[in-house]
């Protein structure tokens, strides 16, 4: 992917950068906000990484401006500012997802994976089938090879995300925040029991597991 | 003592310009009236003595001189007698003993050295002469000073009254301004005091009738202070918490590097990496909390308040936890009615949920039951959040509520290490581990925010804490 990355810090951008690079993304860097604009304007990017507080404009104003231009591309807003208003300012200024600084890389990878390949037909599809894991969201129901599941209301839930992300890391915010609605962190592994839970319905004397813990990510659900 | 002082302070300098102004009036109304008073008896002196001169002129004219001559020797030896004397056409003296020179025609003002015996004023005569019809000249005069002893008498009237006036101006305005001044003094000192970061330091105002709006200004400077010194107080509070919240993960993370330093194998190199991760986690944790505090106290989040089902909210918080809680051997139950509407942020009354949720976890023995409900009680919703645990007791609550205090004496350890968690200020605490005060903090600042009455109570057994707010009617979301 062609990435567009406008951060002022020079250690953040170098690492992201870095990473991103690591990852096999193509990336260009910007260190204000009006320079982010001229080459977001002049380069069509698949997908933007703005620090929200970048001198000279800053960059809810500059996605507003490529927004009003006409670019589709999706942005994902790095901000230090955790503000339940500032995050909600963000994406009614036209960004696709927030990152509260400071960040793991392995989170901002997630998102940007979640983001680049959120296919835009894949919510329509009524039966999501990961290995021989079916799941069927109009009769919410679930089956794995013939064992119908038991899932609660929030297991179907979370279990439906999982696999609408399927091979790709979903993090234990990302879940918090999708499944819940909880934009705060809590001390306890909510995420983490509510996995298990589903993961023993799921995985239980299977030889194949297809819930897999990612260390220090999240997970990732996957056939092999 | 303080003249300098004392000529700086506001009253005193009213009471002296009050003294000036009354000094100033008083000296031009006895100088008009020096004036007048003056200017009126020598009028009076002069009817008088023209009047005399007419009559004398007269006796001359019908009577001859010779008679003349005896008139004026009769009326000098009158009391309270004009003066005169009388000569002939060659200046030769007739009559009187008015000790004048010949003067020409009209009025004179003569000095003469005083007739009394011993006196030793100079008299100062109005004279007046005239030339009679038979070529003999008449002087008739008197001392001015009888006109002048009552002017005098008035001008000393005034003068008396004047002084008296502006003196006691001045009395007055001293004993007054020293007592302010006495009070200024105490709050300057009080101040000064505070200055010097004795924020201890208050006034002592004066009760009663004498009480005035000094006392009510170091009223409200007493006021202020406590205010301050509250919030001084949870500031060092908070900024030691945070210190010591802190140091013990970075320590930790610091260990945990040293260890994937001198690690034989990878391994356990990666082990001490990860352990380092998840400490330094710990912190960011904290800062989190922090933070979050800080935008809560801003208020913005009002803005943004929406009519929503307390009810719902619990069921979610509960889903959400249950898992948790029943891992660690509890259980959680929700005790919700239908139609428990109240005007909020439901982020931040999931995050207060929240937090008390793990707080009843993290203080209380396996095998509790924690229980959430949400009820309506005429205009007011209460959210609970209540334990079966060991609870706090009673007398203590207010305590907890109002200030830092520390339950269990060892810090760290498990007990209850609630400190102004509950508070009244922006206070903040931590305790048993980063963040986990600060959790408490947050869920007093999100009530205050609600403008919530946070109570603590007793579950009999456990702990039970309440959220009231307002109840709204309610939509159908």
């Given at each position: 992917?062609?990435?567009?990355?406008?951060?002022?810090?020079?250690?953040?951008?170098?690492?992201?950068?870095?990473?991103?690079?690591?990852?096999?993304?193509?990336?260009?860097?910007?260190?204000?906000?009006?320079?982010?604009?001229?080459?977001?304007?002049?380069?069509?990017?698949?997908?933007?990484?703005?620090?929200?507080m970048?001198?000279?404009?800053?960059?809810?104003?500059?996605?507003?401006?490529?927004?009003?231009a006409g670019?589709?591309?999706?942005v994902?807003?790095?901000?230090?500012?955790?503000?339940?208003?500032?995050?909600?300012?963000?994406?009614?200024a036209?960004?696709?997802?927030?990152?509260?600084k400071?960040?793991?890389?392995?989170?901002?990878?997630?998102?940007?994976?979640?983001?680049s390949?959120?296919?835009?037909?894949?919510?329509?599809?009524?039966?999501?089938?990961?290995?021989?894991?079916?799941?069927?969201?109009?009769?919410?129901?679930?089956?794995?090879?013939?064992?119908?599941?038991?899932?609660?209301?929030?297991?179907?839930?979370?279990?439906?995300?999982?696999?609408?992300?399927?091979?790709?890391?979903?993090?234990?915010?990302?879940?918090?925040?999708?499944?819940?609605?909880?934009?705060?962190?809590?001390?306890?592994?909510?995420?983490?029991?509510?996995?298990?839970?589903?993961?023993?319905?799921?995985?239980?004397?299977?030889?194949?597991?297809?819930?897999?813990?990612?260390?220090?990510?999240g997970?990732?659900?996957?056939?092999? | 003592?303080?003249?300098?002082?004392?000529?700086?302070?506001?009253?005193?300098?009213?009471?002296?310009?009050?003294?000036?102004?009354?000094?100033?009036?008083?000296?031009?109304?006895?100088?008009?009236?020096?004036?007048a008073?003056?200017?009126?008896?020598?009028?009076?002196?002069?009817?008088?003595?023209?009047?005399?001169?007419?009559?004398?002129?007269?006796?001359?004219?019908?009577?001859?001189?010779?008679?003349?001559?005896?008139?004026?020797?009769?009326?000098?030896?009158?009391?309270g007698?004009?003066?005169?004397?009388?000569?002939?056409?060659?200046?030769?003296?007739?009559?009187?003993?008015?000790?004048?020179?010949?003067?020409?025609?009209?009025?004179?003002?003569?000095?003469?050295?005083?007739?009394?015996?011993?006196?030793?004023?100079?008299?100062?005569?109005?004279?007046?002469?005239?030339?009679?019809?038979?070529?003999?000249?008449?002087?008739?005069?008197?001392?001015?000073?009888?006109?002048?002893?009552?002017r005098?008498?008035?001008?000393?009237?005034?003068?008396?009254?004047?002084?008296?006036?502006?003196?006691l101006?001045?009395?007055?305005?001293?004993?007054?301004?020293?007592?302010?001044?006495?009070?200024?003094?105490a709050?300057?000192?009080?101040?000064?005091?505070?200055?010097?970061?004795?924020?201890?330091?208050?006034?002592?105002?004066?009760?009663?009738?004498?009480?005035?709006?000094?006392?009510?200004?170091?009223?409200?400077?007493?006021?202020?202070?406590?205010?301050?010194?509250?919030?001084?107080?949870?500031?060092?509070?908070?900024?030691?918490?945070?210190?010591?919240?802190?140091?013990?993960?970075?320590?930790?993370?610091?260990?945990?590097?040293?260890?994937?330093?001198?690690?034989?194998?990878?391994?356990?190199?990666?082990?001490?990496?990860?352990?380092?991760?998840?400490?330094?986690?710990?912190?960011?944790?904290?800062?989190?909390?922090?933070?979050?505090?800080?935008?809560?106290?801003?208020g913005?989040?009002?803005?943004?308040?929406?009519?929503?089902?307390?009810?719902?909210?619990?069921?979610?918080?509960?889903?959400?936890?249950?898992?948790?809680?029943?891992?660690?051997?509890?259980?959680l139950?929700?005790?919700?009615?239908?139609?428990?509407?109240?005007?909020?942020?439901?982020?931040?009354?999931?995050?207060?949920?929240?937090?008390?949720?793990?707080?009843?976890?993290?203080?209380t023995?396996?095998?509790?039951?924690?229980?959430?409900?949400?009820?309506?009680?005429?205009?007011?919703?209460?959210?609970?959040?209540?334990?079966?645990?060991?609870?706090?007791?009673?007398?203590?609550?207010?305590?907890?509520?109002?200030?830092?205090?520390q339950?269990?004496?060892?810090?760290?350890?498990?007990?209850?290490?609630?400190?102004?968690?509950?508070?009244?200020?922006?206070g903040?605490?931590?305790?048993?581990?980063?963040?986990?005060?600060?959790?408490?903090?947050?869920?007093?600042?999100?009530?205050?925010?609600?403008?919530?009455?946070?109570?603590?109570?007793?579950?009999?057994?456990?702990?039970?804490?309440?959220?009231t707010?307002?109840?709204?009617?309610?939509?159908?979301?």
């Amino acid at each position: 992917m062609h990435i567009l990355l406008v951060e002022d810090d020079q250690e953040t951008r170098d690492y992201v950068a870095r990473g991103l690079r690591e990852e096999g993304h193509v990336v260009d860097m910007a260190g204000n906000g009006l320079d982010g604009l001229h080459q977001a304007s002049e380069v069509g990017y698949d997908l933007l990484v703005v620090d929200r507080m970048i001198p000279a404009l800053d960059g809810i104003s500059m996605v507003k401006s490529l927004r009003a231009a006409g670019m589709t591309a999706p942005v994902l807003f790095l901000t230090a500012l955790g503000a339940v208003a500032d995050r909600v300012q963000g994406l009614e200024a036209g960004g696709d997802d927030y990152l509260v600084k400071p960040f793991s890389f392995a989170e901002l990878r997630a998102r940007i994976n979640a983001l680049s390949r959120r296919p835009p037909l894949r919510e329509e599809v009524s039966v999501l089938q990961v290995g021989d894991l079916r799941l069927d969201r109009l009769s919410r129901t679930a089956v794995r090879g013939d064992t119908p599941l038991e899932l609660q209301q929030r297991e179907f839930q979370l279990l439906e995300y999982l696999m609408l992300h399927a091979g790709r890391v979903v993090t234990r915010t990302m879940l918090l925040e999708n499944i819940w609605g909880f934009h705060f962190n809590p001390a306890s592994n909510i995420v983490d029991t509510h996995v298990s839970r589903i993961r023993a319905k799921i995985d239980r004397g299977n030889q194949a597991p297809l819930i897999h813990t990612v260390r220090g990510a999240g997970y990732v659900l996957r056939a092999h | 003592m303080r003249t300098k002082h004392l000529f700086a302070s506001t009253g005193i300098r009213l009471a002296l310009i009050y003294g000036g102004l009354v000094l100033a009036s008083f000296s031009l109304a006895i100088a008009l009236t020096w004036v007048a008073a003056r200017s009126a008896a020598e009028s009076d002196l002069r009817d008088r003595i023209r009047l005399e001169v007419e009559a004398m002129e007269q006796e001359i004219r019908d009577e001859g001189l010779a008679a003349a001559i005896a008139a004026i020797e009769v009326r000098a030896e009158r009391p309270g007698a004009l003066e005169y004397w009388l000569v002939d056409g060659s200046g030769q003296h007739l009559a009187g003993d008015l000790p004048l020179m010949n003067t020409p025609d009209g009025w004179h003002r003569i000095e003469l050295p005083d007739a009394a015996p011993g006196a030793e004023n100079r008299e100062e005569m109005l004279v007046l002469t005239a030339t009679m019809g038979d070529g003999s000249r008449l002087s008739v005069g008197d001392d001015l000073r009888r006109a002048e002893a009552v002017r005098d008498a008035v001008l000393r009237a005034l003068l008396w009254i004047g002084s008296a006036t502006v003196l006691l101006g001045l009395v007055v305005g001293v004993v007054v301004t020293r007592r302010a001044l006495a009070q200024v003094d105490a709050l300057t000192e009080t101040l000064g005091q505070v200055s010097a970061g004795r924020l201890t330091a208050r006034f002592t105002p004066r009760a009663g009738r004498s009480a005035n709006d000094l006392d009510q200004l170091g009223l409200s400077v007493n006021r202020m202070l406590d205010h301050i010194d509250e919030l001084v107080g949870s500031v060092r509070r908070v900024s030691r918490d945070v210190a010591h919240d802190l140091r013990t993960p970075l320590s930790h993370v610091q260990q945990r590097l040293e260890q994937a330093r001198s690690a034989a194998t990878a391994e356990e190199r990666l082990q001490a990496i990860e352990a380092a991760e998840s400490k330094v986690e710990e912190v960011l944790r904290a800062f989190d909390a922090i933070l979050r505090l800080a935008e809560i106290e801003a208020g913005a989040a009002r803005s943004r308040f929406v009519e929503l089902d307390a009810a719902l909210l619990i069921e979610r918080l509960a889903d959400a936890y249950r898992p948790d809680v029943e891992a660690s051997g509890r259980t959680l139950i929700t005790d919700g009615t239908d139609d428990v509407w109240l005007r909020g942020d439901s982020e931040l009354l999931s995050q207060a949920l929240a937090n008390l949720i793990e707080n009843a976890m993290r203080h209380t023995p396996t095998g509790t039951r924690i229980t959430i409900s949400a009820q309506t009680d005429g205009p007011t919703v209460r959210i609970t959040v209540s334990d079966t645990g060991h609870g706090i007791p009673a007398e203590r609550h207010s305590d907890v509520l109002e200030t830092f205090v520390q339950l269990d004496s060892s810090r760290g350890t498990a007990g209850f290490t609630r400190k102004d968690a509950w508070g009244n200020g922006s206070g903040s605490g931590s305790g048993l581990g980063p963040g986990f005060g600060l959790g408490l903090s947050i869920v007093a600042a999100i009530a205050r925010l609600h403008d919530a009455v946070l109570e603590l109570g007793d579950a009999s057994p456990g702990l039970r804490v309440t959220l009231t707010f307002n109840r709204v009617s309610g939509q159908a979301a």
